[in-house]
Structures are given as structure tokens and as C-alpha cells.
């Protein structure tokens, strides 16, 4: 836990952290603002900046790495933003345990979805306007985990917002991405309604809203106080990281280009929402009824996200739902208190390889397939996209759990972790693991094997270099990662999060055996379903309410549409009604009144002096009567 003893001032390099954000930020302001001088070089220069961000996070987490059990939290002041009355807030970094694991994560996967996105976006007019929002969105993500006060990152939390929203609308020429952006910029706004409210109750409760003041506060609070910020807290994750009841945009941003897919719903902006819960990990420890909200929000999200992912034909919607049920398990491990926040990172971490992979996998696929994202017109790709087919298989193999790849140790340390605090959590992830199995199986025989169903006229192809060479890289680490960190990053987190790192196992236990037989399950399943027999190319008419909800996202949009839609509509129609005939007509009677009597005190104005004087004598009497009268009186 960050404390006022834990944290010391940066020095030495850590006094430049400060550049990760500013050469990103810069250069993108530098595109959007140099014309079409820098068509030719702006995606360039964009990755550039992207690969200097992550030269700097290497270089501070090689420093953390090196000093060991010995390395302290760094605060990196800035400068003074706000003073006024009893506040005063200023502009800083903090650089820890956790912050450099994000911002080596969006640096490093941003940097090679940068260059992956020089050749996918080659033939796109505006490539120089879309690098630059990839490169404004990096700055913002990382100036939300490097904030060392929740205000700053609430900074970088509505430029998440901002970005996200210029590039799932970047091809506003179409009607769907255009309404897609503005979607899920709303359903953002919900959530950040919460997150501001949770910051100014830390300002009105603290005095502060820095992580030290909020973490030696939180101990003090009394429980309303601690469950009110836990839920706030709470309801501006589930907004960024499309969690139950705020999931509805996550799959309509798919609109957006591929390379988005990937930055935006795999690795950065979905895992605010956790690390924003794992930061506030001290408020929540002080609540039971907001840690039970978490695991319950994320238990039910992962369910619905597996199930989505199970009726869908969309390549790239798939996906969106695997990413929504991933994030499901996160949430689920952070609302386990210290046991699980760093399997909560450290799926996070994971998850960003290999979801990454598998979505610029996609991009492969789409490019290959003259952009067509449904899987029910591929097939036998596998020998045509030889370099695309493996790095996704790796993919394939991490998230639904083979060891050692990277899956088998984040979710299955996730599943026994929730069987230790609650055992409908455990179930719930465990069945969510077999149909994750299941739904990731179908997309693999969809797309890669089976038949040829080729649209006339199509004629697939391997991607280019520049867009094959980081999913090789990503397809690496999908393998390596889990080997690399389990164990190591209990350790790791544990000055940030306060909680001490436990034994951890390497082989399989009782439930995660069971865990690989659900796998297995539903390996099998999705192979007898859609291996053996032929796919048609039309999705077939069912009545299956399970499969009817999951092709309509288990009716998110229409429960939205009744519970807050249309009773907004009602109450501005109610609103507008009022104004016409109550607002309205009082106003415009006052309006009568005033107009009679202007009407019959205009009769006195004649224009005759004789008729003025007589006027002035009479007040002069009536004046002087009165006075007269109070005398007597």
C-alpha cells in the first residue's frame, strides 16, 4: 500500500517519467495540426514516439527490477493545478510496482499495434489523423496509471474517453461507426458520473484526493462513507471496462478499425476499470457490501460475455465478447481482496498478449478476406495464412487455458482463488472456462478449417510483414508469460497492493484438473458441432432462446431502451408539455397583464402641458393631505 513512508522523491531518470507522456502527446497535437506535409512520414513519426514511451518504461522498470525488495514507490511532482481556499492539488506521477507494469504494457503492445497499423491502415487517406488519436489515446491511458492522485487520473480517464471515441468513429462515413462512437461515449459518461462523485466525496471527506490521503483516510471511514465510494468507484469501472450493466457498447465499437479492436478492448482501455479497483484496493477492504458488488458484477459479466461470445458470427464480435468475459475474471479477482489482486494483473497482463494477438489475428484474417469479418464465409485458411493461422492458434491456446501458455496460470490461479472465498464464484468461473473453450474452438474451426466458403471474387493472402511480424511477437509472449510471471508477481505487487504473496502452484490441483476437463468439454463440443459437419453460410433460424439472446446480446440495447430510453423520452416530452402550457401561458399572461396597462397608462401621456401641471397639482394635494393626516394622527 502506498503510504507516505513507502513513497520517495524521483531522482536520476525517474525525474524524465514525465516524458512518456509528452512525447506521444506531442507528436500527436505535431500531426493533427501539420497538415498534409506529414502524410507521407506522420505514421512513422507516431510509432516513434510510441517506441521512446516504452524505451523510458523499460528503462524505469529495469531500475525497479534491479533494486529488488528494496525498490520504493517514486513520486515525480510536476506542478501546482489547483489552489483554492483549504485544496490544494498538485499535478504528479507516481511511479510503483503497478504503474510501470501498465505502462510497460501500453507502451509495448501499443508500439506494435502502432506498426501493425502502418500496414493495415497503408491505403487509408486520413492515415496520418488516425495515428495521431492512436498516439493521443497512449498519453492518455498513461497518464491514468501514472497519476499519483485520483484527479489527474480522472484527467487521463475523460481522454480515454475522448480518444476512444475518435477512433471507434474514425470511418464516420459510415452510419454505424458514427453511432457506435457516440454510444459508447454515453455509456461512458454514466460511469464517469460515478467516478466524479467518488473523487469529490475523497476531496469533501480528506482534503485530498492523493492516493497517500485517500489510503490513510480510508482506514478512518466509517462504512456508509467506504461503501458510497466503493460503489461510485465501481460504477465508473464497469462504464470503462464494459462490465454488467454498462457492457452494451463494447461490441458495437467493433465498428471502429481493427487495430483499435486490439489497443482499445484488449489491452488498455477495458483494464482501467481493474486497475482503478486494485489502486483503490484501500477503500474497498473497508467495505464487504462493495467487494461483494465487484465479485458479483464480475462473476455476472463473465458469464455474459462467454455466452455472447457463443452466438456470434462477426469475427471481431467474438472477440469483444471473449474480451468482456476476460475482464469479467479480473473484476471477479480484484473483489477477492488481497488474495486476488495480483492474479487480477497478472491476467491482465496476459490477456493483453494473447486478446491482442488474436485481434490484430483478425485483422489478418479481414485483410486476407477483402474485410469481410463473417466467419461463416471463410474456412481452410489455415494453408493459405500459414503465419496468421499459428501466432492466433497460440492465442487460441492461451485464453482457453493449455499449459504452460499463458491462460493456464492467470485464469486457473483466478478460479481457485474465487473456490477459496466463494463457491458460486468458483463454479461460475469454472463453467466460464468451458465455454470459453467452446466459443474460441468454433471460431478456430470457422475460420481456419473445414471447407472453403470463399465469396466470389475473393482471393486470401498472407499479410504483409509489418503486420505479421508483431503477431509473432505477441504470439511469443502469449506462450512465455505465464511461465515467466507466476510467482514472481505476487511478489512484485505486493508494496503496491499490500498483500502478502502466497505460494502458488505449477501443476494442476483437484479443480484445476476439473478445470481442464470442462476445457476439454468444451474443446469437444464446439469440435462435434462445427468440425464435423458442414458450416453453412448463412446462420440458421433457431429457437433456441439461449442462442436467440446471445445473437442479441442477451437484449442489452432493448433492456437499455425500456429502463432508461424511454422513460427519458417520456419525462422530456412530460418536461416540454409543461413548458408549452403551464411555463408558457404564464409567462405570456404576465406579458397580457403588463401590455393592458401599459395600454390605459399610455392614455396619459397627451402631450398638452396644461394636462402634465393639473397631474403635478393633484399629486402635490393628495401628497400634502396625506401628510397633513399623519400629523393629526
Known amino acids: 500500500m502506498i503510504t507516505l513512508e513507502t513513497l520517495v522523491p524521483a531522482t536520476g531518470m525517474f525525474s524524465y517519467a514525465w516524458l512518456m507522456i509528452a512525447v506521444p502527446a506531442v507528436v500527436a497535437a505535431f500531426l493533427l495540426i501539420g497538415g498534409r506535409i506529414l502524410d507521407r512520414v506522420g505514421h512513422w513519426l507516431a510509432v516513434g514516439a510510441v517506441l521512446v514511451s516504452f524505451s523510458l518504461a523499460s528503462c524505469l522498470f529495469a ?134 462523485m467518488a473523487v469529490m466525496s475523497m476531496l469533501a471527506l ?77 477503500i474497498f477492504e473497508m467495505s464487504a457490501a462493495a467487494t461483494t458488488a465487484v465479485v458479483l458484477v464480475g462473476t455476472v459479466t463473465l458469464l455474459v460475455g462467454a455466452w455472447i461470445g457463443t452466438s456470434k458470427d ?35 497482463l496476459t490477456h493483453g498478449f494473447f ?46 487455458g493449455i499449459p504452460p501458455l499463458a491462460g493456464y496460470f492467470s485464469k486457473d490461479h483466478i478460479i481457485e482463488a474465487a473456490f477459496e472465498v466463494s463457491t458460486v464464484a468458483g463454479v461460475a468461473a469454472l463453467l466460464g472456462a468451458g465455454v470459453t473453450a467452446f466459443y474460441m474452438t468454433r471460431l478456430m474451426l470457422m475460420t481456419f478449417f473445414g471447407e472453403k466458403r470463399w465469396r466470389d471474387g475473393v482471393h486470401p493472402h498472407e499479410s504483409p510483414k509489418v503486420m505479421t511480424v508483431p503477431l509473432v511477437i505477441l504470439a511469443f509472449f502469449s506462450v512465455v508469460a505465464g511461465v515467466v510471471m507466476n510467482g514472481w508477481i505476487q511478489e512484485w505487487l505486493e508494496p503496491a497492493t499490500g498483500a502478502h504473496a502466497h505460494e502458488v502452484e505449477w501443476l494442476p490441483t483437484p479443480i484445476g484438473w476439473l478445470t481442464m476437463l470442462l476445457v476439454a468439454a468444451g474443446v469437444g463440443l464446439a469440435w462435434w458441432l462445427f468440425g464435423t459437419k458442414p458450416v453453412p453460410d448463412t446462420a440458421p433460424a433457431s429457437r433456441n432462446p439461449i442462442t436467440i439472446a446471445g445473437r442479441n ?26 413548458d408549452s402550457r403551464v411555463l408558457d401561458v404564464g409567462a405570456d399572461g404576465i406579458g397580457t397583464v403588463f401590455s393592458g396597462l401599459s395600454a390605459r397608462t399610455r392614455r396619459l401621456q397627451t402631450g398638452q402641458v396644461r394636462a402634465y401641471a393639473l397631474t403635478m397639482t393633484i399629486g402635490v394635494l393628495l401628497v400634502g ?9
Not at 469483444?320 to 481482496?337: D, E, F, K, P, V
Not at 471463410?378 to 493459405?384: D, E, I, R, T
Not at 437484449?555 to 424511454?566: P, R, S, T, W
Open 206 to 282: 480528506f482534503g485530498s484526493s492523493a492516493f497517500v490521503a485517500v489510503n490513510e483516510g480510508a482506514a478512518k471511514l466509517d462504512p456508509f462513507w467506504s461503501t458510497t465510494m466503493g460503489l461510485l468507484l465501481l460504477l465508473g469501472a464497469c462504464g470503462k471496462s464494459a462490465q454488467v450493466p454498462l457492457q452494451a457498447w463494447l461490441l458495437d465499437a467493433m465498428e471502429g478499425p481493427t487495430p483499435v479492436s486490439a489497443l482499445i478492448h484488449a489491452a488498455t482501455m477495458v483494464t482501467a476499470g481493474v486497475y482503478l479497483v486494485v489502486r483503490s484496493h484501500a
Open 553 to 578: 446480446d442477451l437484449f442489452g440495447d432493448a433492456i437499455n431502451d425500456a429502463l432508461v430510453v424511454q422513460p427519458t423520452l417520456v419525462l422530456a416530452r412530460g418536461l416540454v408539455a409543461n
Open 314 to 348: 462477426d469475427i471481431k464480435k467474438v472477440l469483444a465478447g471473449s474480451t468482456m468475459s476476460q475482464i469479467g475474471y479480473m473484476m471477479l479477482a480484484a473483489g477477492l481482496g488481497p488474495v486476488g489482486y495480483a492474479f487480477a494483473i497478472f491476467h491482465l
Open 63 to 196: 531500475h525497479q527490477l534491479l533494486a529488488g525488495p528494496e525498490a520504493r514507490a517514486v513520486t515525480v511532482p510536476l506542478f501546482d493545478w489547483i489552489t483554492t481556499g483549504m485544496w490544494k492539488v498538485q499535478a504528479g506521477l507516481l511511479v510503483d510496482q503497478l504503474s510501470i507494469l501498465f505502462a510497460l504494457l501500453i507502451t509495448g503492445v501499443g508500439s506494435l499495434i502502432h506498426i501493425y497499423s502502418v500496414g493495415y491502415m497503408a491505403h487509408d487517406e486520413r492515415r496520418r489523423r488516425f495515428f495521431a488519436y492512436l498516439n493521443l489515446f497512449i498519453a492518455a491511458m498513461l497518464i491514468l496509471v501514472l497519476a499519483d492522485n485520483y484527479l489527474v487520473l480522472f484527467v487521463g480517464w475523460e481522454g480515454v474517453g475522448l480518444a476512444s471515441y475518435l477512433l471507434i468513429g474514425f470511418w464516420q462515413h459510415k452510419p454505424s461507426a458514427a453511432a457506435a462512437a457516440k454510444k459508447a461515449f454515453v455509456m461512458n459518461r454514466v460511469g464517469d458520473l460515478g467516478m466524479t
Open 625 to 633: 393631505a396625506v401628510l397633513i393626516l399623519t400629523q393629526l394622527g
Open 355 to 400: 486478446k491482442a494477438n488474436m485481434f490484430l489475428g483478425a485483422g489478418s484474417v479481414m485483410h486476407a478476406m477483402d474485410d469481410d469479418v463473417n466467419m461463416r464465409h471463410y474456412g481452410a485458411l489455415w494453408n493459405v495464412t500459414r503465419v496468421t493461422f499459428w501466432t492466433f492458434a497460440m492465442g487460441y491456446l492461451a485464453i482457453i
